[in-house]
Protein backbone atom coordinates (compact mmCIF):
# COMPACT_ATOMS: atom_id res chain seq x y z
CA UNK A 1 0.00 0.00 0.00
CA UNK A 2 0.78 3.36 -0.89
CA UNK A 3 0.98 6.07 1.63
CA UNK A 4 -1.04 8.39 -0.23
CA UNK A 5 -3.36 5.59 -0.03
CA UNK A 6 -3.24 4.79 3.45
CA UNK A 7 -3.80 8.55 4.60
CA UNK A 8 -6.73 8.33 2.04
CA UNK A 9 -8.32 5.70 3.99
CA UNK A 10 -7.34 6.65 7.29
CA UNK A 11 -9.30 10.25 6.70
CA UNK A 12 -12.60 8.55 5.41
CA UNK A 13 -12.29 6.31 8.68
CA UNK A 14 -11.57 9.04 10.68
CA UNK A 15 -14.49 10.89 9.17
CA UNK A 16 -17.01 8.33 9.38
CA UNK A 17 -15.84 7.93 13.24
CA UNK A 18 -15.92 11.93 13.84
CA UNK A 19 -19.86 11.72 11.69
CA UNK A 20 -21.40 8.97 13.54
CA UNK A 21 -20.03 9.49 17.31
CA UNK A 22 -23.26 12.02 17.85
CA UNK A 23 -25.23 9.69 16.57
CA UNK A 24 -23.83 6.77 18.77
CA UNK A 25 -23.95 9.16 21.70
CA UNK A 26 -27.26 9.86 21.52
CA UNK A 27 -28.35 6.73 21.72
CA UNK A 28 -26.69 6.89 25.69
CA UNK A 29 -29.09 9.03 26.84
CA UNK A 30 -31.95 7.94 29.38
CA UNK A 31 -35.03 7.59 28.37
CA UNK A 32 -37.32 10.59 28.73
CA UNK A 33 -41.11 8.96 29.20
CA UNK A 34 -41.42 6.00 31.04
CA UNK A 35 -42.05 2.64 29.08
CA UNK A 36 -44.60 0.19 30.80
CA UNK A 37 -43.43 -3.22 30.85
CA UNK A 38 -46.25 -5.31 32.84
CA UNK A 39 -49.26 -2.92 33.81
CA UNK A 40 -51.40 -0.45 31.86
CA UNK A 41 -50.75 2.88 32.10
CA UNK A 42 -53.67 3.33 34.74
CA UNK A 43 -52.56 0.60 36.69
CA UNK A 44 -49.58 2.50 37.05
CA UNK A 45 -51.11 5.83 38.24
CA UNK A 46 -52.89 3.77 40.72
CA UNK A 47 -49.58 2.24 41.87
CA UNK A 48 -48.15 5.48 42.25
CA UNK A 49 -51.06 7.09 44.27
CA UNK A 50 -50.51 3.61 46.41
CA UNK A 51 -47.14 4.27 46.80
CA UNK A 52 -47.43 8.08 47.42
CA UNK A 53 -50.20 7.39 50.22
CA UNK A 54 -47.64 5.00 52.32
CA UNK A 55 -44.41 7.43 51.72
CA UNK A 56 -45.71 10.67 51.03
CA UNK A 57 -44.18 13.96 50.37
CA UNK A 58 -43.09 15.80 53.56
CA UNK A 59 -40.94 18.94 53.70
CA UNK A 60 -37.71 17.28 54.20
CA UNK A 61 -37.80 14.59 50.96
CA UNK A 62 -39.78 14.00 48.15
CA UNK A 63 -42.59 11.13 47.84
CA UNK A 64 -42.96 7.98 46.44
CA UNK A 65 -44.11 9.17 43.31
CA UNK A 66 -41.15 11.84 42.82
CA UNK A 67 -39.25 8.72 43.20
CA UNK A 68 -40.53 7.22 40.82
CA UNK A 69 -41.83 4.66 42.32
CA UNK A 70 -44.43 3.27 40.03
CA UNK A 71 -42.45 2.80 37.58
CA UNK A 72 -39.90 0.70 39.77
CA UNK A 73 -43.03 -1.70 40.41
CA UNK A 74 -43.68 -1.74 36.49
CA UNK A 75 -40.19 -3.32 36.24
CA UNK A 76 -39.97 -5.47 39.27
CA UNK A 77 -42.96 -7.23 38.91
CA UNK A 78 -42.17 -8.22 34.96
CA UNK A 79 -38.49 -9.30 35.79
CA UNK A 80 -38.31 -10.52 39.55
CA UNK A 81 -41.65 -11.95 40.50
CA UNK A 82 -42.27 -15.46 39.71
CA UNK A 83 -45.09 -16.15 37.60
CA UNK A 84 -47.24 -16.91 40.76
CA UNK A 85 -46.13 -13.62 42.28
CA UNK A 86 -47.00 -11.47 39.46
CA UNK A 87 -50.74 -13.39 39.13
CA UNK A 88 -51.38 -12.14 42.88
CA UNK A 89 -49.70 -8.68 42.37
CA UNK A 90 -52.38 -8.35 39.11
CA UNK A 91 -55.54 -9.93 40.92
CA UNK A 92 -54.84 -7.76 43.85
CA UNK A 93 -54.90 -4.41 42.15
CA UNK A 94 -58.19 -5.30 40.24
CA UNK A 95 -59.43 -6.99 44.18
CA UNK A 96 -58.19 -3.19 45.38
CA UNK A 97 -59.97 -1.39 43.42
CA UNK A 98 -63.38 -3.41 43.39
CA UNK A 99 -63.33 -3.52 47.59
CA UNK A 100 -62.63 0.01 46.90
CA UNK A 101 -65.34 1.34 44.82
CA UNK A 102 -67.69 -0.61 47.26
CA UNK A 103 -66.83 0.64 50.45
CA UNK A 104 -66.50 4.31 49.30
CA UNK A 105 -68.64 4.03 45.69
CA UNK A 106 -65.52 5.11 43.49
CA UNK A 107 -62.22 4.67 42.73
CA UNK A 108 -59.18 5.05 45.00
CA UNK A 109 -58.05 7.44 42.61
CA UNK A 110 -60.83 9.59 43.49
CA UNK A 111 -61.12 9.49 47.18
CA UNK A 112 -59.32 12.34 49.41
CA UNK A 113 -56.13 11.72 50.73
CA UNK A 114 -57.55 11.21 54.62
CA UNK A 115 -59.90 8.34 53.04
CA UNK A 116 -57.02 6.89 50.90
CA UNK A 117 -54.58 6.29 53.88
CA UNK A 118 -57.49 5.06 55.71
CA UNK A 119 -58.16 2.50 53.50
CA UNK A 120 -54.33 1.57 53.10
CA UNK A 121 -54.12 1.10 56.67
CA UNK A 122 -57.29 -1.47 56.71
CA UNK A 123 -55.70 -3.59 54.32
CA UNK A 124 -52.50 -3.54 55.75
CA UNK A 125 -53.95 -4.60 59.27
CA UNK A 126 -55.98 -7.62 57.01
CA UNK A 127 -52.77 -8.49 55.45
CA UNK A 128 -50.77 -9.09 58.41
CA UNK A 129 -53.49 -10.82 60.09
CA UNK A 130 -53.75 -13.22 56.66
CA UNK A 131 -50.01 -13.59 56.69
CA UNK A 132 -50.16 -14.57 60.35
CA UNK A 133 -53.31 -17.13 59.61
CA UNK A 134 -51.65 -18.33 56.19
CA UNK A 135 -48.21 -19.80 55.50
CA UNK A 136 -48.50 -20.83 52.38
CA UNK A 137 -45.31 -18.86 51.14
CA UNK A 138 -46.91 -16.43 48.81
CA UNK A 139 -47.82 -13.09 50.92
CA UNK A 140 -50.69 -11.04 50.27
CA UNK A 141 -50.66 -8.72 47.73
CA UNK A 142 -50.70 -5.63 49.82
CA UNK A 143 -47.67 -7.00 51.32
CA UNK A 144 -45.86 -7.63 48.02
CA UNK A 145 -47.24 -3.80 47.48
CA UNK A 146 -45.95 -2.03 50.46
CA UNK A 147 -42.49 -4.32 49.94
CA UNK A 148 -41.97 -3.51 46.78
CA UNK A 149 -42.74 0.25 47.27
CA UNK A 150 -40.04 0.70 50.31
CA UNK A 151 -37.61 -0.85 47.93
CA UNK A 152 -38.26 1.14 45.23
CA UNK A 153 -38.36 4.49 47.49
CA UNK A 154 -35.33 3.72 49.38
CA UNK A 155 -33.56 2.25 46.49
CA UNK A 156 -33.82 5.45 44.31
CA UNK A 157 -31.48 8.24 44.41
CA UNK A 158 -34.22 10.33 46.55
CA UNK A 159 -34.96 8.33 49.00
CA UNK A 160 -31.27 7.37 49.58
CA UNK A 161 -29.94 10.82 49.31
CA UNK A 162 -32.79 12.98 50.61
CA UNK A 163 -34.96 10.42 52.91
CA UNK A 164 -31.90 8.99 54.42
CA UNK A 165 -28.35 10.31 55.22
CA UNK A 166 -26.44 9.05 52.45
CA UNK A 167 -22.51 8.96 52.36
CA UNK A 168 -21.21 8.19 48.63
CA UNK A 169 -18.45 5.34 48.37
CA UNK A 170 -15.55 5.48 48.83
CA UNK A 171 -15.61 6.95 52.78
CA UNK A 172 -13.83 6.03 55.50
CA UNK A 173 -15.78 3.23 57.73
CA UNK A 174 -16.74 4.85 61.59
CA UNK A 175 -18.22 1.44 63.30
CA UNK A 176 -19.19 3.90 66.31
CA UNK A 177 -21.72 6.61 65.30
CA UNK A 178 -23.09 8.34 68.12
CA UNK A 179 -27.03 7.89 67.76
CA UNK A 180 -29.08 11.25 67.96
CA UNK A 181 -32.76 10.41 68.62
CA UNK A 182 -34.77 11.13 65.59
CA UNK A 183 -31.92 11.09 63.01
CA UNK A 184 -32.79 9.66 59.51
CA UNK A 185 -31.91 6.13 59.25
CA UNK A 186 -28.17 6.07 56.85
CA UNK A 187 -28.50 4.31 53.44
CA UNK A 188 -26.53 1.90 52.39
Not at 158 to 177: I, M
Amino acid sequence: MRRRDAMSAISVLLSRSLISAPLFLNGCRPEESTTLVYFTKRELELLDQIAETILPTTPGSPGAKAAGVGAFIDRYVADCLSEEDQQVVQHGLTTFEETCKEQFGTPFLELKADEQHDYLVKLDIEAEMHQQMTANGTPPYFTLLKGMTLLGYFTSEAGATQALRYVPVPGKYDGSVPYQGGEKAWAI
